[in-house]
Each structure stands twice: as C-alpha cells, then as structure tokens.
C-alpha cells in the first residue's frame, strides 16, 4: 500500500534553533516528493519539489533532502523564527499514469519565544 | 506567484441546505483543479480531481451527487455541497494546476473554506 509516513507528530522548539521532520514513503513507482506548509485554517503552501535524481533543495531557511533509494526524506529549517510555526506535510506523486498525490499525516511544529 | 482564490473563506449553514464553493486561479490557466477535505489534526483527503469542460472524477466513498463539481472555465471551479449534514462540516481546500502534462508542475492551493452545518 502506497504510504507516506511523518515523524514527529508535533514539534516544540525555541526561537532560532533548527529542527528537522522526517518523511519516509512505500510510494512506487515514484515521481516527486513535495513539502509544504500549512498555517491554521490556510491551505498549504509549497516549499520545494524534488525528483528522484535531486538530492537536496534549497528554500531561503528550508533546506529538503531526498534519497530515492531509502525512499526518505527530511526537512531541516534553519534559525526558526515564530512564523515558522505550522504543519508541515511531505506528499509524495506517484509514477503511475494520473499520479495522485500521497499526503502525510503532517508535522505540527510550533517554534515559541 | 500563482494564485488560487477560494471563496468563501468560511460558511456556516443549517442542515439540509447548499453551499457552494469558488476556486479560481487568477493569473493561470487551469486545466485541472483538485478538491480536498481535511478534519482536524488530518492530512488533506483529495476528493475529487475535475478537468476543464468535462466530469470530475471522483475518489472511492465520495458521494458524486452530494458534492456536485463544476469546472466549467479554465479559471473557475466550485464544488457545492448538496443537502448539507453536520457530518459535512469539515476544511475544504481547492489547488489547481497549469497542465496536467507535466507532473512536476507545481500545485498551487486556495486558502481554503470552512464549512460548520448547523
């Protein structure tokens, strides 16, 4: 079964430290791996999308890897700041014809003062 | 960037009665639009994928004449949701996308519209 898997759940952390949210899939065959945040009440919005042959994406503070062999990825935000404070969902594309997306359950992160 | 405008923001309606809501992209054409209903502390459930002049396409358990979509231009699809329960109250979120060639497209969301049924 095609799944995407996020870890942790939720997040704490304070005002300028990093963190990073893991994102392990089953999707095959694959396409693309997106991150995106999700304010309270908003509908996302997309940090980077990478396909299997990109490692890593860059974002001004958000920095995503991949690695298409272990089918995991992660995103690490650099000097959190208060606004950083959201979900933040992996959805991963399918590679079949139509491709549906693949959401994870999203990381609750909230960065406080 | 790309904008997706989705209207209205929040509606509260009793039961049995319609709602419909707007998704519009404002500087792109979209060939395709997605609608998506997320519960509390949940991912996002894509409930329906429509292309323009033609029917949606449903996921399995999503009741197509209960929530009624409509893509009739390549800037505007609405998705009314037909004598409305309160099991209906829920997030509901619209993205649209430029070309359904290209899957490294970017999707671009609306702001999303909450739904509470009396």
């Known amino acids: 079964k095609n799944q995407v898997e996020q870890s942790p759940q939720s997040l704490i952390i304070l005002e300028g430290k990093n963190c990073t949210l893991q994102c392990n899939y089953t999707v095959s065959p694959f396409s693309n791996l997106r991150w995106y945040k999700q304010d309270t009440g908003r509908g996302p919005v997309s940090l980077t999308i990478?396909?299997?042959?990109?490692n890593t994406k860059s974002n001004g503070r958000y920095t995503a890897t991949l690695d298409a062999d272990t089918k995991q990825s992660s995103l690490h935000i650099t000097a959190s700041q208060l606004s950083d404070s959201a979900s933040y969902i992996c959805v991963v594309r399918g590679g079949n014809q139509g491709g549906k997306l693949i959401f994870g359950q999203g990381t609750e992160l909230s960065v406080k003062p | 960037g790309a904008v997706v405008s989705q209207h209205p923001s929040w509606v509260i309606c009793k039961s049995g009665t319609s709602v419909k809501i707007e998704c519009r992209s404002l500087d792109f054409q979209a060939t395709t639009m997605f609608w998506y209903r997320q519960f509390p502390k949940q991912s996002l459930m894509l409930m329906a994928t429509s292309n323009e002049g033609s029917k949606a396409t449903y996921e399995q358990g999503v009741e197509k004449d209960k929530f009624l979509i409509n893509h009739a231009s390549l800037t505007l699809s609405t998705l009314t949701v037909t004598s409305a329960h309160p099991e209906d109250s829920s997030f509901y979120i619209c993205?649209?996308?430029?070309?359904?060639?290209?899957?490294?497209?970017?999707?671009?969301f609306g702001s999303g519209t909450q739904l509470s049924v009396l």
């Open positions: 990478m396909t299997f042959s990109e």
């Open positions: 993205s649209a996308r430029a070309s359904s060639l290209r899957p490294n497209e970017k999707l671009f």
